[in-house]
């Protein structure tokens, strides 16, 4: 039994190396697949006995997360040798990514409350009294922010993004890349896709920005005969600081759309990414971290 116990995973092993041959889509769908089997005879009971969805999605997602997070070593051990991929998709623990980090948080969260404060010297907003509330949400904000900037960023500039990058240009993974992020983000019915439609182009340029960001930090160095491609330390801040600064002012009701001007301008639901001047200003974040990614990060060191 135990032979036959030992035969049988070997034989599974081999059957997932066999897919390091395939094309980057392939592998992509594999893994996902592999995921989803895991996951859905935990997911289902929750979704079938629990009345309230946003309940089912606040329980089911994290447990989601947690098997990608369990199935990730064993996949880059059999499909790619390797026992650090993690490190590969840029996930480091150093003082530098802990830099980075908090660069990337500064960064979000002053551009986006710079972008309120345009919206609100144009009279388009008016800023309200903040709340006594307010510290506790701002903490919320800051764990909410991290922990899907965190979550997003290990799967869609880490795993995702290192997948592409093996088989494409660097211009072809990054369109990919930012392409796959924002179609993912954007499943719902066609009605809603009609109407939040702005959200979309929205998405591409921030998906843009965040493998810009990634790939600014990056150094020429091989990492078990992969092309290290960066740290994941700035998209994680950067995606965070954006998080919290939206939720820190929609929470925490800081401030209340005049009508003054049509809600494509300011942002479809209140989102000010999904908007004419998120928009522009999403175009400039990301030709800034396009710039650093070119010209302002480190010198290549083999």
Known sequence: MICNDTLRNHTLKSKLANIACYPAPIRILALLLVLLVCWLPIAT???LFTKDPNTVTLITMPLLFVGFLLLIPRWGKWLY???RIFHTYGLTIT???GMELL?????GLLSLLLLFGMQGGLGWLIWQTPSPALFKVALEGLLVGLGTGFAEELVFRGWMFDELQ???SDTAALWANSGLYAVLHFIKPLPEVIRTFPQFPGLLLLGLALVWARRSTRRQMRITGVLHQGRLGLPIGLHAGLIWGYYLVNVGQ???YSGQVPEWLTGV???????????VFLVLLAAYMGWRSHFGSPKHSS
């Open 45 to 47: 009971p929750i979704a």
């Open 81 to 83: 040798r390797n026992k």
């Open 95 to 97: 003082r530098q990514a």
């Open 103 to 107: 660069q990337g948080l500064a960064i």
């Open 166 to 168: 093996r088989d494409y």
């Open 254 to 256: 800081l401030a209340r």
């Open 269 to 279: 639901d209140k989102n000010p990414l999904a908007g004419g001047i998120g928009l």
